[in-house]
């Protein structure tokens, strides 16, 4: 089955504050459980951060992300960034964690550009995508939870047409949209802030794009891009 023509939309009120980002749709993918040259390519890559751990106040993209929350006034140490999550993760543990081959591909992404990366299944967005402010009353399920959990109006997410969070800020994806192994189609994101320009976010984009073809193969529909 086709992708769907799936949307996305930005507010300019999100832009004000910081978020930089590129979006698109990867369609007639195929993930699996792992890759043995992909895993090799991730233990390489993991090795090399280990030794030289970041100090999130002073890198300049990791940093980003902690004043975009002061300016929604959500903490910093309640809301601690995806990549921002995972370079201490593997300072702590010295390795990553395997969820299936296309997670495992856009975290090693993330671990390396220090970027915001996320996928959502497709086929499980209602709708289209909007990254804008908060209300409050939206629905949001995160992962490893089977009750919403309250969103403060005022912060800024993805959201879909049904009003679901599909990821909180760029800290928490949901249930509801989650890749698996049976995954397709996939939305994905590749965020940034103020310490990230077009050049650096393009680049990293196409490092995700070329890793993707090379290990879940696919087409790529572009959506948005920041300029």
């Not at 993918?29 to 890759?35: L, Q, Y």
């Not at 980003?64 to 543990?93: D, I, W, Y």
């Not at 490893?144 to 969070?165: H, L, M, Q």
């Not at 760029?170 to 192994?181: G, H």
Request: aromatic share 8%.
């Amino acid at each position: 089955m086709p992708a769907r023509d799936l949307d996305f939309n930005v507010d300019s009120d999100v832009l004000a504050l910081g978020v930089r980002g590129i979006y698109f749709v990867a369609a007639d993918i195929g993930n699996r459980e792992s890759d043995p040259e992909f895993e090799a390519m991730r233990d390489e890559v993991v090795a090399a951060v280990a030794r030289t751990p970041l100090d999130p106040a002073a890198d300049p993209i990791l940093a980003g992300f902690r004043q975009l929350h002061e300016r929604v006034h959500c903490s910093n140490r309640k809301f601690v960034s995806s990549p921002e999550n995972l370079h201490s993760l593997v300072a702590r543990t010295k390795t990553l964690p395997h969820v299936n081959l296309l997670v495992d591909v856009y975290n090693l992404v993330s671990l390396q550009t220090r970027l915001a990366l996320g996928a959502h299944d497709v086929d499980r967005i209602d709708g289209d995508v909007h990254l804008r402010l908060t209300r409050g009353d939206e629905r949001f399920v995160p992962l490893g939870s089977s009750e919403p959990k309250p969103v403060r109006a005022g912060e800024y997410g993805y959201v879909d047409d049904a009003n679901d969070v599909i990821c909180r800020l760029e800290v928490r994806q949901v249930e509801k949209t989650k890749v698996t192994t049976a995954t397709k189609h996939c939305f994905f994101i590749v965020q940034g802030n103020a310490g990230t320009d077009a050049e650096y976010l393009a680049s990293s984009a196409q490092k995700l794009i070329a890793l993707l073809r090379q290990f879940c193969g696919g087409t790529i529909r572009m959506l948005y891009e920041w300029q």
